[in-house]
């Protein structure tokens, strides 16, 4: 039974800087795509980052060049490293796990309970 583990998030201002980490257990962590999901108040659960087993990485377009997505194989960890940070990242971020091959597109996988990750002005 594979479970993932959010911490980092929190309150900080526009033009800051946090780090999300997430742990799995369970399951081969290495065998899996990882990923970060966010849903804004109100809004859609939108992919924010993922990363592929080999390493290669997808974007959303509005986190693209200030949002960076990493893996530690031997940590069982993927990280968000997030900077330049605007009040329109707001929202829950949830960590996601899933077979290698899976797109993007599809809510698959395993998730975990989300962290809230709040910008202010």
């Known amino acids: 039974q594979v479970q993932l583990v959010e911490s980092g998030g929190g309150l900080v201002q526009a033009g800051g800087s946090l780090t999300l980490s997430c742990v799995q257990t369970?399951?081969?962590?290495?065998?899996?795509?990882a990923a970060w999901y966010r849903q804004p108040p109100g809004k859609q659960r939108e992919l924010v980052a993922g990363i592929r087993t080999d390493g290669r990485t997808t974007y959303g377009d509005s986190v693209r060049g200030r949002f960076t997505t990493s893996r530690d194989n031997d940590k069982n960890t993927v990280y968000l490293q997030m900077n330049s940070l605007k009040i329109e990242d707001t929202a829950v971020y949830f960590c996601?796990?899933?077979?290698?091959?899976?797109?993007?597109?599809?809510?698959?996988?395993?998730w975990g309970q989300g962290t809230q990750v709040t910008v202010s002005s």
């Open positions: 996601n796990t899933r077979p290698a091959r899976v797109a993007w597109s599809l809510f698959s996988g395993s």
């Open positions: 369970g399951g081969v962590f290495r065998n899996n795509a």
